[in-house]
């Protein structure tokens, strides 16, 4: 089976490639090289808003797995018009290129963003989606169109929503880097972890090694064609105990320290990861203070 990754050089993309070695023939597209060894030779430098750049990228390909995006909820509210360039017409033009080339199945990787503020938690796959940010509105289209790409052509169509992933990859430099990558390279200069507000808000984050993982597992599942999957852990982490975490792996005597809460804030995410769990039979198996570990590292 021929697998194209778009975004293979990005932090989720790369472990995704790396996941199928030496299963699949594995192709990449991306707009920048790859920093990754795994990724350095198999991603050839392409935008999926280019129409000639798509085609080539899906010509012979069995499976695609639509990572690429823009990623930043604050860039997304700068400049919404790229944000909705690369998420809404970029995946509508991979799709579209996909479908025309045969492709088998598409399996588009969106965002727990689209939910917003969650009603009650766990977060079930038929809670409503009402994002709240410019990000989660274009990742919600993208979802939209790929499921309906999934109604008017032969091409089956898969989508998944991860929750709030992290690994070694993340840029630290980044402004845009999550809570997990800021408050561990906090730790490893000698400062404390900054929590914005009481650090009582909840989260589920799950290293990108098992989004990989179970994005292999939606690549030739059975039965799952026009579904949506929630990815997490399937736990809930206090800000706070994370902070606590991070600090407790990094052996250093510090107390996290607080600042004010961000605006718009969301209190508590959970992902309900039972569909997984029955149709994939998929399980995270890296637990978050082993990850930790390995950022510290």
Same mark, same amino acid.
């Given at each position: 089976?021929?697998?194209?990754?778009?975004?293979?050089?990005?932090?989720?993309?790369?472990?995704?490639?790396?996941?199928?070695?030496?299963?699949?023939?594995?192709?990449?597209?991306?707009?920048?090289?790859?920093?990754?060894?795994?990724?350095?030779?198999?991603?050839?430098?392409?935008?999926?808003?280019? *129409?000639? @750049? !798509?085609?080539?990228? $899906?010509? =012979?390909?069995?499976?695609?797995? %639509?990572?690429? &995006?823009?990623?930043? +909820?604050?860039?997304?509210?700068?400049?919404? *018009?790229? @944000? !909705?360039?690369?998420? $809404?017409? =970029?995946?509508?033009?991979?799709? %579209?290129?996909? &479908?025309?080339?045969? +492709?088998?199945?598409?399996?588009?990787?969106?965002?727990?963003?689209?939910?917003?503020?969650?009603?009650?938690?766990?977060?079930?796959?038929?809670?409503?989606?009402?994002?709240?940010?410019?990000?989660?509105?274009?990742?919600?289209?993208?979802?939209?169109?790929?499921?309906?790409?999934?109604?008017?052509?032969?091409?089956?169509?898969?989508?998944?929503?991860?929750?709030?992933?992290?690994?070694?990859?993340?840029?630290?430099?980044?402004?845009?880097?999550?809570?997990?990558?800021?408050?561990?390279?906090?730790?490893?200069?000698?400062?404390?972890?900054?929590?914005?507000?009481?650090?009582?808000?909840?989260?589920?984050?799950?290293?990108?090694?098992?989004?990989?993982?179970?994005?292999?597992?939606?690549?030739?599942?059975?039965?799952?064609?026009?579904?949506?999957?929630?990815?997490?852990?399937?736990?809930?982490?206090?800000?706070?105990?994370?902070?606590?975490?991070?600090?407790?792996?990094s052996g250093r005597n510090l107390k996290p320290a607080f600042t004010t809460?961000?605006?718009?804030?969301?209190?508590?995410?959970?992902?309900?990861?039972?569909?997984?769990?029955?149709?994939?039979?998929?399980?995270?198996k890296v637990s978050l203070s082993e990850g930790i570990s390995e950022l510290?590292?």
């Amino acid at each position: 089976m021929k697998v194209l990754v778009t975004g293979s050089s990005g932090q989720l993309g790369s472990y995704i490639c790396e996941s199928m070695a030496g299963e699949y023939e594995v192709s990449g597209l991306d707009i920048a090289p790859s920093r990754h060894a795994s990724t350095k030779d198999l991603t050839a430098l392409g935008d999926i808003r280019d *129409a000639g @750049d !798509a085609s080539r990228a $899906v010509s =012979g390909v069995d499976v695609v797995v %639509h990572c690429a &995006a823009q990623v930043s +909820v604050e860039r997304s509210t700068e400049d919404p *018009a790229t @944000d !909705a360039h690369t998420n $809404v017409l =970029g995946t509508v033009n991979m799709l %579209h290129a996909s &479908a025309r080339s045969g +492709v088998k199945r598409f399996v588009y990787i969106s965002s727990a963003a689209v939910y917003g503020n969650p009603r009650s938690v766990p977060i079930s796959e038929d809670h409503p989606t009402e994002p709240m940010s410019n990000y989660g509105a274009s990742k919600l289209a993208g979802e939209k169109f790929t499921l309906a790409f999934g109604h008017t052509t032969p091409m089956e169509v898969v989508v998944m929503r991860p929750f709030n992933f992290y690994s070694s990859r993340a840029d630290p430099k980044s402004p845009y880097s999550g809570v997990i990558t800021k408050f561990v390279e906090r730790v490893r200069m000698g400062e404390p972890p900054m929590i914005e507000g009481d650090g009582q808000q909840t989260r589920d984050f799950i290293h990108a090694r098992d989004v990989a993982a179970m994005t292999v597992l939606l690549l030739a599942a059975e039965g799952v064609s026009g579904k949506v999957f929630n990815c997490g852990s399937g736990q809930s982490t206090s800000i706070l105990e994370l902070a606590r975490t991070a600090i407790s792996a990094s052996g250093r005597n510090l107390k996290p320290a607080f600042t004010t809460p961000r605006k718009g804030d969301i209190r508590h995410s959970l992902a309900d990861v039972s569909s997984a769990r029955d149709a994939l039979r998929f399980s995270p198996k890296v637990s978050l203070s082993e990850g930790i570990s390995e950022l510290l590292r």
